[in-house]
């Protein structure tokens, strides 16, 4: 699982700087933004008025014409129905409805935009982000754990800048607009309503608390998940080979169950929060009753019919703010994690930076040189010790060795996907620390064992690293490496990381990519060990060709391959133990003599038992 450690708003504020540094995205689009609250607060304040209309119809209408209509009938005269009054409020609601409507739908147009164009922005933010960092990141990271932030945690922090903060302010707004309307009509009742308010918010603190404990262990867990179910898919046949379905099954099991107690405890406290909003607000609205109700039937009154409605109505009304805030800061919780696990990889620094004033290369000769150079993945457990290399321009050189010997490491120090720990690494006899990586990188061409091909066509792949590069020199490339078939079928798409070819294609293509660069350092780490010896017979002869005038490092498991180099390091527990030719090092007898020996042994006995 990922090693890396999320960045955590642990702290008592811990909710104002996620939601400074998240804001930060909507602020890009402020007409946007400001529209949407525009809209919003227009929501709340003409929610926050159907009370005063209802106090205006019922004392100004209802109550005046039913007393009007008693008196009548008491002196035996035929009372009428006066509907004119009634129609004047019927067209107020209809014109507060139709603005309702209205502005419903501006807000929702704008949190669709805000929401899509925020989550665009923070996606290329971290993709780049993703291009950004050096190999050593992708040591400590999981596949499944990247994919998690850039899909589900994206999308769970747009949510809370778009729909959820439709509740926060449609709240805010409508508590200010509730509580101003009941000042200025009767401060003892509203003052009712009002101090049952900090008591909830109390409750609420304490409750949010728990949520955001629960809701990160949640989020932890989702992403271990992720990162597991990627794992042991794409291993599944070692799982199947090994005999290990029940002990992945088991480890998954494991860990969906742990997800499952953390999901259930946040969304348990979650829930907590409208049934205390709603008995608050049942508080509230059984004492504007009881003292309302008493104030109203007092002889004389001193409150109105309608007045007693009205804030009957603000006491019920103000608390569906509440539990909307409430419900955000709850979302909010929920969101934390996730945007702590975005913004924790987005404030990442590559551990590789170019020095400010770095200059580029130019043309390069191809001359490395290895001074004292040390290098390690983790401290203690050194990979290369005080190594000293040179290698001139235009020369071709094998590695060789045990698995783990530090061959693949001598090719990344020189690739600078990693540095040096200690000692310097020179080309052409500058320290590369002091040029700028881009430009290093572009006068190397690069076969990994492994050959990773792009959705697209053949075409496409083989133009990778040069989308300047003409059809003929595409077509030289691959008659250079004997990949002629190829030819006719450059339009042929390869499918998703190359699925709709075999591994020896995919990796014909890799070397025709990396050809057409067009490099002064070619470097081969085990190139050829995934094509059939047929397809290598004729990479060969491309191959020595390619590296006529080049600095050439080739990495191969079959040392046959590598007769023909210049010289050939034996490279042991990350030093050099032998140096020389072919020729020299079989005359010498020592560790590549067996090495080579045992190998045409094996190739021979093969041979005879496919015979």
Same mark, same amino acid.
């Given at each position: 699982?990922?090693?890396?450690?999320?960045?955590?708003?642990?702290?008592? !504020?811990?909710?104002?700087?996620?939601? #400074?540094?998240?804001?930060?995205?909507?602020?890009?689009?402020?007409?946007?933004?400001?529209?949407?609250?525009?809209?919003?607060?227009?929501?709340?304040?003409?929610?926050?008025?159907?009370?005063?209309?209802?106090?205006?119809?019922?004392?100004?209408?209802?109550?005046?014409?039913?007393?009007?209509?008693?008196?009548?009938?008491?002196?035996?005269?035929?009372? @009428?129905?006066?509907?004119?009054?009634?129609?004047?409020?019927?067209?107020?609601?209809?014109?507060?409805?139709?603005?309702?409507?209205?502005?419903?739908?501006?807000?929702?147009?704008?949190?669709?935009?805000?929401?899509?164009?925020?989550?665009?922005?923070?996606?290329?933010?971290?993709?780049?982000?993703?291009?950004?960092?050096?190999?050593?990141?992708?040591?400590?990271?999981?596949? !499944?754990?990247?994919?998690?932030?850039?899909?589900? @945690?994206?999308?769970?922090?747009?949510?809370?800048?778009?729909?959820?903060?439709?509740?926060?302010?449609?709240?805010?707004?409508?508590?200010?607009?509730?509580?101003?309307?009941?000042?200025?009509?009767?401060?003892?009742?509203?003052?009712?309503?009002? =101090?049952?308010?900090?008591?909830?918010?109390?409750?609420?603190?304490?409750?949010?608390?728990?949520?955001?404990?629960?809701?990160?262990?949640?989020?932890?867990?989702?992403?271990?998940?992720?990162?597991?179910?990627?794992?042991?898919?794409?291993?599944?046949?070692?799982?199947?080979?090994?005999?290990?379905?029940?002990?992945?099954?088991?480890?998954?099991?494991?860990?969906?169950?742990?997800?499952?107690?953390?999901?259930?405890?946040?969304?348990?406290?979650?829930?907590?929060?409208?049934?205390?909003?709603?008995?608050?607000?049942?508080?509230?609205?059984?004492?504007?009753?009881?003292?309302?109700?008493?104030?109203?039937?007092?002889?004389?009154?001193?409150?109105?019919?309608?007045?007693?409605?009205?804030?009957?109505?603000?006491?019920?009304?103000?608390?569906?703010?509440?539990?909307?805030?409430?419900?955000?800061?709850?979302?909010?919780?929920?969101?934390?994690?996730?945007?702590?696990?975005?913004?924790?990889?987005?404030?990442?620094?590559?551990?590789?930076? @170019?020095?400010?004033?770095?200059?580029?290369?130019?043309?390069?000769? !191809?001359?490395?040189?290895?001074?004292?150079?040390?290098?390690?993945?983790?401290?203690?457990?050194?990979?290369?010790?005080?190594?000293?290399?040179?290698?001139?321009?235009?020369?071709?050189?094998?590695?060789?060795?045990?698995?783990?010997?530090? #061959?693949?490491?001598?090719?990344? =120090?020189?690739? &600078?996907?990693?540095?040096?720990?200690?000692?310097?690494?020179?080309?052409?006899?500058?320290?590369?620390?002091?040029?700028?990586?881009?430009?290093?990188?572009?006068?190397?061409?690069?076969?990994?064992?492994?050959?990773?091909?792009?959705?697209?066509?053949?075409?496409?792949?083989?133009?990778?690293?040069?989308?300047?590069?003409?059809?003929?020199?595409?077509?030289?490339?691959?008659?250079?490496?004997?990949?002629?078939?190829? /030819?006719?079928?450059?339009?042929?798409?390869?499918?998703?990381?190359?699925?709709?070819?075999?591994?020896?294609?995919?990796? *014909?293509?890799?070397?025709?990519?990396?050809?057409?660069?067009?490099?002064?350092?070619?470097? *081969?780490?085990?190139?050829?060990?995934? /094509?059939?010896?047929?397809?290598?017979? #004729?990479?060969?002869?491309?191959?020595?060709?390619?590296?006529?005038?080049?600095?050439? /490092?080739?990495?191969?498991?079959?040392?046959?391959?590598?007769?023909?180099?210049?010289?050939?390091?034996?490279?042991?527990?990350?030093?050099?133990?032998?140096?020389?030719?072919?020729?020299?090092?079989?005359?010498?007898?020592?560790?590549?003599?067996?090495?080579?020996?045992?190998?045409? &042994?094996?190739?021979?006995? #093969?041979?005879?038992?496919?015979?």
């Amino acid at each position: 699982m990922s090693k890396l450690r999320d960045r955590q708003f642990r702290n008592e !504020g811990s909710l104002y700087p996620f939601l #400074k540094r998240l804001f930060k995205y909507s602020l890009k689009y402020k007409k946007w933004l400001a529209g949407f609250i525009v809209f919003v607060l227009g929501v709340a304040a003409v929610e926050a008025i159907f009370p005063l209309i209802w106090l205006s119809l019922l004392d100004k209408a209802i109550v005046p014409i039913v007393e009007k209509n008693k008196i009548m009938i008491q002196n035996g005269t035929h009372a @009428d129905a006066d509907t004119g009054t009634l129609a004047y409020y019927v067209t107020i609601i209809f014109l507060l409805g139709a603005a309702l409507s209205g502005s419903v739908f501006m807000f929702i147009n704008f949190a669709g935009r805000i929401q899509e164009y925020v989550m665009f922005d923070i996606r290329q933010d971290l993709f780049k982000k993703l291009q950004e960092l050096t190999f050593s990141f992708y040591d400590k990271a999981a596949v !499944g754990w990247l994919m998690t932030r850039i899909t589900s @945690d994206t999308i769970k922090v747009t949510e809370l800048i778009s729909w959820g903060f439709i509740e926060f302010v449609w709240g805010t707004g409508m508590i200010i607009f509730c509580i101003t309307a009941m000042l200025l009509y009767n401060v003892k009742l509203a003052l009712i309503v009002i =101090l049952t308010i900090p008591v909830l918010m109390i409750i609420s603190i304490k409750v949010r608390k728990l949520i955001l404990k629960f809701s990160r262990e949640s989020r932890r867990y989702n992403s271990e998940i992720t990162a597991s179910y990627n794992e042991h898919i794409v291993g599944v046949e070692v799982n199947k080979s090994m005999v290990q379905e029940s002990r992945a099954s088991g480890e998954f099991d494991s860990l969906s169950d742990k997800m499952r107690i953390s999901s259930y405890k946040s969304a348990y406290f979650s829930a907590l929060y409208q049934p205390l909003v709603i008995f608050g607000g049942s508080v509230a609205a059984a004492l504007i009753i009881f003292y309302g109700g008493s104030m109203a039937v007092k002889f004389p009154p001193e409150i109105t019919v309608g007045m007693l409605a009205a804030f009957f109505g603000y006491a019920t009304l103000i608390y569906e703010p509440i539990l909307d805030i409430s419900r955000f800061y709850s979302q909010a919780q929920n969101s934390i994690s996730a945007g702590e696990r975005i913004f924790s990889l987005l404030d990442t620094h590559p551990a590789i930076k @170019d020095k400010p004033g770095a200059e580029d290369f130019n043309d390069i000769k !191809g001359d490395i040189e290895f001074e004292n150079v040390s290098f390690y993945y983790e401290k203690n457990k050194p990979v290369i010790e005080n190594m000293d290399l040179r290698i001139q321009a235009g020369e071709s050189i094998a590695l060789v060795g045990e698995t783990g010997g530090g #061959k693949s490491s001598i090719i990344n =120090l020189i690739c &600078r996907f990693y540095e040096p720990t200690g000692g310097k690494i020179r080309i052409d006899g500058i320290d590369y620390t002091d040029m700028t990586t881009v430009s290093l990188r572009n006068k190397l061409g690069v076969v990994l064992q492994t050959p990773h091909l792009f959705s697209g066509t053949i075409r496409e792949n083989i133009k990778y690293g040069r989308d300047d590069a003409d059809e003929h020199e595409i077509i030289n490339s691959l008659t250079l490496i004997g990949g002629e078939e190829f /030819i006719e079928r450059l339009d042929e798409e390869v499918g998703e990381g190359g699925e709709r070819l075999s591994l020896g294609e995919k990796q *014909m293509i890799s070397f025709s990519r990396a050809i057409l660069a067009d490099p002064r350092i070619f470097i *081969m780490d085990e190139a050829t060990s995934s /094509i059939d010896t047929l397809a290598e017979a #004729k990479i060969q002869n491309g191959i020595h060709e390619l590296i006529k005038g080049r600095t050439s /490092i080739i990495i191969a498991h079959r040392l046959s391959t590598i007769k023909n180099c210049d010289r050939i390091i034996v490279i042991r527990k990350g030093k050099i133990i032998e140096d020389g030719s072919h020729s020299q090092l079989m005359k010498a007898k020592g560790n590549y003599f067996n090495l080579y020996t045992r190998q045409l &042994r094996e190739q021979r006995e #093969k041979e005879m038992l496919a015979n």
